[in-house]
């Protein structure tokens, strides 16, 4: 790799607010805020709207809306092929 054109890339806390939830992995980001992880080392933090702590998919609270009325009146304006 070519020195000086690619950014730094080390560890990172990513921080859900909403669900009070953070994760230590390595990234390029990087925040003027840091935090103290639980292995005692000053981190920086970049807070997230959402993560799989609080994204409704991984939580379970997904509603399904009507989707066969959906496809039934796709086909009823469209046409059903075949």
Same mark, same amino acid.
């Given at each position: 790799? /070519?020195? !000086? %054109? =690619?950014?730094?890339?080390?560890? #990172? #806390? &990513? /921080?859900? /607010?909403?669900a009070?939830?953070? &994760?230590? +992995?390595r990234s390029t980001m990087t925040s003027d805020r +840091? %935090?103290?992880w639980e @292995? !005692? =080392?000053t981190y920086p933090v970049v807070d997230v709207e959402?993560?799989?702590?609080?994204h409704p998919f991984y939580t379970g609270t997904a509603r #399904?809306? @009507? +989707?066969? !009325?959906r496809v039934e009146r796709f086909? /009823?304006?469209y046409g059903k092929k075949g």
């Open positions: 790799m /070519r020195q !000086g %054109i =690619h950014p730094e890339y080390g560890p #990172v #806390v &990513f /921080r859900d /607010r909403a009070d939830y953070a &994760f230590l +992995t +840091t %935090i103290e @292995d !005692g =080392h959402i993560s799989n702590a609080s #399904v809306l @009507d +989707t066969a !009325g086909e /009823r304006r």
